[in-house]
């Protein structure tokens, strides 16, 4: 018994040995099938294309070429064709870097249940694609073809594959808006801006866009007006509301009485790279108007749901409401400049300062291309009182009168024929504030501390502090 009992156990140990044996032999054959390669499986010519889809987890999209590119559930769909191409230049030289065949278990390689099947038609030909589990080996992905392979890719096609219906849509082209030469606008605004290059309606030389206000042009700071067009030009149209808009659809998102639109006139080079053409470039905003007539206040805390539309568009876009609060920052005193005294320190000659009751004149020279201050034919140090004159910056601007005393008056000589000088007079606000005027005029509210910080630099230079 125990003889028989010892030899039962010796004959299971056999079997699982000879068990074992077996599947190491499958697994060095099946080793033996994976092969380095460099072959290009797919070499599709996106021009021989008739139709393109693909399904993963997202749902299946579908796309057929007549005269152009057409989505199959809705032919009013405006397809990138751009972004097809590119999806196509992926099998165009579709190469492999390993390839393992006679495949009999697809599931090890995630290939019986793909994360994307891609299908691709020509007039000839049909070419269904599978793309399974990524190797973290290899760090490339498992694709098969359907020709009992399946290939480690040297190109992962997944991400590019990875969309959802409105990453196809072909959005509104925002164009380079840097050579803006005028901007009109309506609804919340209504006014022109020009551009005018050395202007005899300004003393700064940088000033090149202006207000029209009749036969008027007041200056705008052209810094401002340049990060206003980097504001449109960089707006994101990354989701669409609709993209066959109606009457009843504009209405629903305020764009059939937009908040405000602005019209800009841009220049361009033409194919001969000499030539400069000019164009015109038409955008729409609006805030939703439930929610705008909801609003209680303007406040910068609250949350704003805004709209978008280019020209006479189809397509309608969400913004954020960071953007259309920029976008809305588009009146005279959101575009001109922000500061008291505009002109470059360089174009000074002279200053005359009224302080306390006392009379003081500065007086600038070019020495070696640098603006060297005198006072009393003394050199004197004057970095704090550029630098002081240059941050009288703008809290808020006004129309007020003067009510209370001068702290410090400017009269500022240029070398500008057109402005050969600039009066600046500071007065007493309250304990926070003071008032400019400027040119006789009232101009705005500004920070105390700027006109203290001033009268220190004036003292320091003519007390020799």
Known sequence: MKRAKKLYILLGILAAVCLLTFIVSRQEEKK??????????????????TSLSWENEKGKLAFHKEDSWVYDEDESFPVNEKKVKKLLKTFQEFGVSFVIEDVKDYGQYGLDDPLCTIDIKTKDKSYEIKLGDYSKMDSERYVSIGDGNVYLVKEDPLESFNLELKDMIKNDTIP????????????????????????????????VYFMKDGSELLSLDTLNVKAYLDTVTNLNFGQYMTYHAT???????????PDLTMTMEYEV???????????EFVLHISRDPEEKKAAQSDSDE???TAYARVGNSKIVYKISGEDYKALMKADYNDL?????????????KSIDISLEGNDYTLTAKKENDETVW?????????????????GLNVSKFTDKEPSQKEEIGLTIHLDNKTYPE????????NGSSCLAVLDGKPLALLDRSHVVDLIEAVNAIVLNE
Do not use: M, P, W
């Not at 005294?341 to 000074?348: L, R, S």
């Open 32 to 49: 033996e099938k994976i092969k380095n390669s460099d072959k290009v499986i797919l070499n599709i010519d996106s021009d021989d294309v």
């Open 176 to 207: 380079d808006l840097s050579e803006t030469k005028a901007i009109q606008y309506e609804g919340e605004e209504n006014y022109q801006i020009v551009y005018e290059e050395d202007s005899q309606q300004t003393y700064c030389k940088d000033d």
């Open 247 to 257: 009457d009843e659809e504009l209405a629903k998102y305020g764009l059939d009485q």
């Open 269 to 279: 080079k033409n194919n001969d790279k000499e030539k400069v053409e000019a164009k």
């Open 302 to 304: 609250e949350e704003i």
């Open 336 to 348: 001109r400049h922000q500061e008291v005294f505009t002109a470059n320190i360089e174009d000074i």
């Open 374 to 390: 005198y006072y009393n034919d003394k050199k004197v140090e004057a970095d704090k009182f550029e630098t002081a004159l240059s």
């Open 422 to 429: 600039v009066t600046v007079e500071l007065y007493r606000y």
